[in-house]
């Protein structure tokens, strides 16, 4: 049953009123710094999409009010620094979510997701404090898969992209084929900086590929991920319940097992 805005309000109330008696009260809260509560803050929002991923509501509504205890956290912080508060957290995002969709509150026209990511994009580079370049609004510290896709991104949304998603599958090819004539003339050399080079190149391409067609790599690599572990995890498990170890059998004994759990 949904809430109504009045009911809303009064919850993100009653929830900043504990923060702040907390914050007062409790040894641990009123010790917290910007420094200590980060890594925290990166746990809650990996739990936080493991949630996802999972498709778990109940613990999606968990974290999420996790996630939100450091945002309205952090904020606490600012405000006792003199700096911020929750106020100004939420204004200046709902200004500039107003600023950035011209095509709700403005006469701007984009019909569609994609004219609305250009449009983005150039909004943000007529910001005040907007990027200084089309790039630099990609985080450094992203994990490199991610970073990958919204450097890809940006640079569609200011035309530079493929004219059409089909030839990106000769990029692909091409970088296959360099990393195999990188290993082929280097077949004794453990620490190939060149062949690391033509993998990046190459996971690169696929990620632009997936990108083209409407795949989320990180999600698309985080269910593989997780039907590898599903499928052995299966494997052990037959093999503990029969007395063995990995030791005890063959590869091929592993791919019998392998393809049995794929079958289930």
Known sequence: MAHTKEEKLKAFGDFLDVLDTLRVKCPWDR??????????????????????????????????????????????????????????????????????????????????PEQVSQNWEKIKQKEKEGN??????????????????????????????????????????????????????????????????EFGDLLFAVINAARLYGVDPENALEHTNRKFIGRFNYIERKLKESGRSFEDVSLEQMEELWQEAKSK
């Open 31 to 112: 010790k917290q710094t910007n420094e200590s509560l980060r890594p925290n803050t990166i746990e809650e929002v990996y739990e936080l999409c493991d949630a996802l991923m999972a498709s778990d509501d109940l613990n999606i509504c968990k974290e999420l009010g996790d996630v939100l205890l450091h945002v309205a956290f952090y904020a606490k912080i600012g405000e006792e620094k003199g700096s911020f508060d929750m106020a100004d957290v939420c204004r200046r995002l709902t200004d500039k979510l107003i600023f950035r969709h011209p095509h709700i509150y403005g006469e701007v026209t984009a019909d569609t």
């Open 132 to 197: 200084k370049s089309v790039l630099a609004g990609v985080p450094s510290a992203l994990p490199a898969l991610i970073k990958a896709k919204r450097i890809q991104e940006k640079a569609r949304n200011v035309g530079f992209d493929w004219e059409k998603r089909e030839d990106v599958w000769d990029k692909v090819k091409e970088e296959v084929a360099e990393v195999e004539q990188e290993m082929s003339s280097n077949a004794e050399n453990e620490s190939n900086h060149n062949l690391e080079a």
